[in-house]
């Protein structure tokens, strides 16, 4: 079965702090890795992965794979009171068709002043 | 500027009543998706459709029935509401493959 992993569940931290969320994978047939951001409503595209080693960057957002650890990270520096979210990581495989992606279960952020 | 809307928001049912949750997306994506979120459990995969004429059980399809009426429209049924199904139901749709786009959700509590 496949199984998606985030740690921590929650955390909070003050602002201008530096996290770092992770997120290991068990899967079959792996594809890419996605983040996405959920405030109070839909979640939000952040960042997909596909190869090991190579940074995404979003201001100051970032993530990296290592495939062969079968884990992501995903960096957060000098936090934002707007920064409080779930942060959730899913894994995509190529099994059959357009399979769905798989999610863990988010790391609830909070940053406080 | 649509993208994936949901209806209702917000709606609250009794035990054993039935209900329709409705989705349509205008960025003529094939896949279409319904996920349950509840507090610790991340968004778990209720039903989904591949493309149009298909659709498939997720890892928590119990209770629920799903119809695709169309590329753009795909409807998750609740025929006998229960309890359990307390939660907040997003849809979302996507291309070919990866990024998923969410709808806003709806609030559904069963009394």
């Known amino acids: 079965e496949d199984k998606v992993v985030q740690s921590p569940l929650s955390l909070v931290v003050h602002e201008g702090d530096t996290v770092t969320l992770n997120c290991s994978y068990e899967?079959?047939?792996?594809?890419?890795l996605l983040w996405y951001k959920q405030e109070k409503k839909a979640p939000t595209f952040l960042f997909m992965l596909?190869?090991?080693?190579i940074e995404k960057k979003s201001g100051r957002l970032s993530s990296i794979l290592d495939k062969k650890e079968l884990f992501s990270i995903l960096n957060i520096t000098a936090t934002q009171t707007g920064d409080s979210a779930i942060y959730l990581c899913a894994v995509e495989t190529s099994n059959s068709g357009n399979t769905p992606l798989v999610f863990g279960k988010g790391t609830r952020l909070s940053v406080i002043a | 500027n649509a993208g994936v809307t949901q209806t209702p928001k917000f709606q609250v049912l009794k035990t054993g009543q039935s209900m329709t949750l409705q989705c349509a997306q205008d960025m003529n994506h094939n896949s279409m998706y319904w996920y349950r979120q509840d507090p610790g459990m991340g968004l778990r995969l209720i039903y989904y459709s591949a493309s149009e004429g298909t659709t498939d059980k997720g890892e928590v399809p119990n209770g629920y029935n799903v119809s695709r009426l169309n590329k753009r429209e795909f409807s998750l049924r609740l025929e006998s509401a229960a309890p359990s199904q307390t939660s907040v139901y997003f849809c979302a749709s996507s291309a070919l493959r990866g990024t998923l786009h969410f709808g806003n959700g709806t609030r559904l509590t069963v009394t």
């Open positions: 899967v079959t047939n792996f594809r890419s």
């Open positions: 596909t190869s090991s080693g």
